[in-house]
């Protein structure tokens, strides 16, 4: 079966730190991967997905950037936090873009 | 006006009773259709999808109409267990077939 992990589950930075959050997925093979960020009582915010290796698209433009340098790896990093920041980050996976997304228990950021 | 449109609730509802919300979506080639569930401080998990024909499981059942744009959820003999965020979500074809989410509807079960 599929499972998908996302380290660290919650993180504390100050603004103006660097940031590397990393998803990974293991039991499937070329899986769509997408980065979400929800802040308090607030829907999902789509803000990178990636159909394969060393491609990635961007829904909203900020100060973040992701990478998929393997078939089943997501990183969401950023040179310089803000405190806008701050949210519970998500990954999830899918088959395709048709079907349902399957989520990793989530990174919850903090900017102070 | 919003894609995928939900009332935030919360909708309080004594344990037992039956509970229906509706989400409705903008873009009337959408695809795909689902339900998430989100606990507190947790990520979302699928709940069901949404097929044409409407479908059930257990006390859920899931609708869709097409020609109203929306999709139901009826949760039939609440349990305190189902209280939760429940997410509305539609695969829409302006978006590169990305999944929307909608806000979600916050529901408290009360014994």
């Known amino acids: 079966s599929q499972t998908i992990h996302q380290w660290p589950a919650t993180l504390v930075q100050p603004v103006g730190s660097p940031l590397s959050l990393e998803c990974t997925v293991e039991?499937?093979?070329?899986?769509?991967l997408y980065w979400y960020r929800q802040a308090a009582g607030r829907g999902l915010q789509l803000l990178f997905y990636s159909v394969g290796i060393g491609q990635i698209s961007s829904e909203v433009p900020q100060n973040l950037s992701a990478s998929r340098p393997q078939d089943r790896q997501f990183i969401l990093s950023s040179k310089k936090l803000l405190l806008s920041d701050s949210g519970f980050y998500l990954c999830?996976?899918?088959?395709?873009?048709?079907?349902?997304?399957?989520f990793g228990p989530g990174t919850r950021l903090t900017v102070l | 006006r919003k894609e995928v449109e939900q009332d935030p609730g919360p909708f309080n509802v004594p344990e037992g009773a039956t509970v229906a919300f509706n989400c409705t979506y903008s873009?009337?080639?959408?695809?795909?259709f689902f339900w998430y569930r989100q606990d507190c401080r947790k990520e979302p998990k699928l709940l069901m999808s949404v097929y044409s024909s409407g479908n059930e499981d257990g006390r859920f059942t899931a609708q869709l109409n097409r020609a109203s744009q929306y999709i139901s959820l009826l949760i039939r003999d609440s349990k305190l267990s189902d209280s939760a965020t429940y997410l509305c979500?539609?695969?829409?074809?302006?978006?590169?077939?990305?999944?929307?989410w909608g806000a979600g509807t916050k529901l408290i079960i009360k014994p």
């Open positions: 039991g499937t093979s070329n899986p769509n």
């Open positions: 873009n009337s080639a959408s695809q795909s």
């Open positions: 999830a996976w899918t088959i395709d873009s048709y079907n349902e997304q399957f």
């Open positions: 979500v539609v695969n829409m074809r302006d978006s590169n077939y990305q999944l929307i």
